[in-house]
């Protein structure tokens, strides 16, 4: 197979999906010469309880930029999501959970049940205090307690921030300060990978630096004994018997928040990234079903964390406004071997699968026998997200995992988009092996050329990428900070939302993601900030200063390399190496843990201060044939050692 073979949709698969190519060829065209119109049909795929009269308003103007859709609707996005499916579907499973250990017993969980149950929720989320704005942080393990956490808040208005369970105590406390939540719900335990996390003992380490007036409250996973504050921390299962199951859902207006998410940003620490009720709804159920084919009676599987917004609008958002089965896995794809995903897959005849290249990498390398030995017919679809997709890791995906005959979609997206831009439809769309093809209906993407900001309309171009106009569910600000939403997306290119990625698009339209163009980089699907790290690692009394920088990792994508400099009279040592990569682990958590770390005398700085992250990044990457001018250094010298002293792979 050449390099550049295409992959057409099968007749089959065009015949029976939601969209061939002729169907999507008429819906994006009319999806952008007529927003209004198509966002005014298809906004009508979720339930209103007032029906909206306007569609949109937005404008991209600097020092103005405003973004709202179906303004005048209100909805209630957990009536959405469970209430409207009852009649029609409610013993059908809606949430089929697998958990760590594959010992254990698979819980399938039906509309009934997740409405009894939510509602609960609901009701003790209420008995804590929490009312419609609040925010309420969640912090924990993939149990189907994370989507009731998620779906209690949305149903009496309250605003979620889920914080990956990854993250340490520190980057909890921030988050929740920077949110003033009123709640954090965390389990005693997270088990993964055959290992328990001390969620409570994290949560409260957290709660020593946390300083708003904050509840707590545990749910019991493993049965662990974990110290429980009177009056601060309170059992789910025991509040959970004191109040009714009948908790009717707040009627939201369509811009009401839904959920805050943290993101890493190329400065500073992570911000609040804001998605509203209406158009996120709307947006995420019609990219789960196109993108995905996804038809009553089909059994999704997404494999990300709800701590990440895949999570959000592919385990819990997406799917359950469809009324689908949605499959939540507690684990890891190699535990208790690396035939775990493809056990799952078998086990509950899964249909469309949705994970990261990283994972596919992964478990490429340990060789097709942990595919062959299983049944893997079910699967129709299968989808891939996070970060570019290496055209081996595509073949392997396709050929091993999906018998050369199942269409991959290489879906991208952003935490700010809410949900697919780019992205193949699998009845509609021929596919290349590492393009994320075609845009989604009414995304209107553009090639600006990097310096001049001009738009590159000849069809083949290459320079960053960016939006004209707005889709339902674009974040609609920065948390608490206006200015920075308008600073980071809306101000280096004038009337466009801009991506932070480069992009080629090709001869026949096809966009190509080249990567981050900012201080971002992407270890295992995972966005970091250069400058988090940083301002970790210059926290360690013996750092002086340092510098981060992603270079090419065979199985991550990108890995952490750290330039760092130690203060006056401390000495570099193996142990000091390993001081600071459990340093960067407490302070962030394991994802930031710096892969390689070298010590560097100087670094490389321009004559008014500046670090010249483009020499770190070549000599991080093995490229000093591409060091480019390094005149300007204030003291070209310190290149030289660094290049001398680049850590081996
Ligand atoms: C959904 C999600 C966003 C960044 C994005 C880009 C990279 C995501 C991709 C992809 C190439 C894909 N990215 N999907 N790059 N191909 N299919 O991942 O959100 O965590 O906010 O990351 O990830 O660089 O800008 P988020």
Redesign the pocket.
Known sequence: MSADTTYPPSDAMASGAHADKAKYDEMYAQSVSDPEGFWREHGQRVDWIKPYSKVKDVSYAPGNVSIKWFEDGSLNVAANCIDRHLAERGDQTAIIWEPDSPEDEAQHITYNQLHHDVSKFSNVLKELGVGKGDRVVIYMPMIPQAAYAMLACARIGAIHSVVFAGFSADALAARVNGSEAKVVITADEAPRGGRNTPLKTNADTAFEKIEVDCKMLVVRRTGGDVPMTAGRDYWLHEVEETVSADCPPEEMNAEDPLFILY??GSTGMPKG?VHTTGGYIVYASMTHQYTFDYHDGDIFWCTADVG???GH?YIVYGPLANGATTVMFEGVPTYPDAGRFWAVCQKHKVNQFYT??TAIRALMGQGDEWVSKYDLSDLKVLG??????NPEAWNWYHEVVGGGNVPIV????????GGHL??PLPGATTTKPGS?TLPFFGIQPVILEPTTGEEINDTAAEGVLCMKDSWPAQMRTVWGDHERFEKTYFADYKNYYF???GCRRDEDGYYW?T??VDD?I?VS???MGTAEVESALVAHPKVAESAVVGYPHDIKGQGIYAYVTLMGGEEPSEELRKELETWVRSEIGPIAKPDLIQWAPGLPKTRSGKIMRRILRKIAEDDFGALGDTSTLADPSVVDDLIENRMNK
Request: no cysteine; proline share 5%; hydrophobic share 30%.
């Open positions: 993101t890493s990234v990440w917004v895949t609008s990261a290249p891939t997200v996070g970060e570019p997709i290489d879906t991208w997206w952003q935490t700010e988009t780019l992205t994320a991506t932070g990625d993601i990567g981050r971002v992407n699907g995972h966005r």
